[in-house]
């Protein structure tokens, strides 16, 4: 699986960016799917995920209401709309791709299974985003 991120970008405080991770591989519908961030110093930070199928979605806690996931397994990409963006949404941003079968995660482990980096499998590059105050 490779793992294209795009769409970053150098964004005024309060503005918005959607930032685009394309896959190849015809399993894509079949992977968990996530977005996170690194910025300059910082330890990576989960943003959020998405299912599958695009039934359940996730949020990391300094996004929750600013950013939505969402997925469109016809194109084999998953997107990040960040809105009411601030100075510290700066970042180099990483889409991971997890293939554990969905009802092995469902069963298994915790809501908060796609919060850690170690659970995805597959990273894209990244992509940065500035934001100017």
């Known amino acids: 699986v490779q793992l294209q991120a795009f769409g970053g970008g150098l964004v005024q405080a309060g503005g918005s960016l959607r930032l685009s991770c394309a896959a190849s591989g015809r399993a894509f519908g079949d992977y968990g799917m996530g977005w996170f961030r690194q910025a300059p110093g910082q330890e990576r930070e989960f943003v959020g995920a998405?299912?599958?199928?695009?039934?359940?979605?996730y949020y990391g806690d300094s996004v929750k209401g600013r950013f939505t996931i969402s997925r469109d397994n016809a194109k084999n990409t998953v997107y990040l709309q960040m809105n009411s963006l601030k100075p510290e949404d700066t970042a180099l941003y990483y889409c991971a791709a997890d293939t554990k079968p969905a009802h092995e995660v469902d069963t298994y482990y915790s809501s908060t299974y796609y919060y850690s980096a170690k659970r995805y499998d597959y990273w894209g590059q990244g992509t940065l985003v500035t934001v100017s105050s």
């Open positions: 998405i299912t599958w199928n695009g039934g359940r979605t």
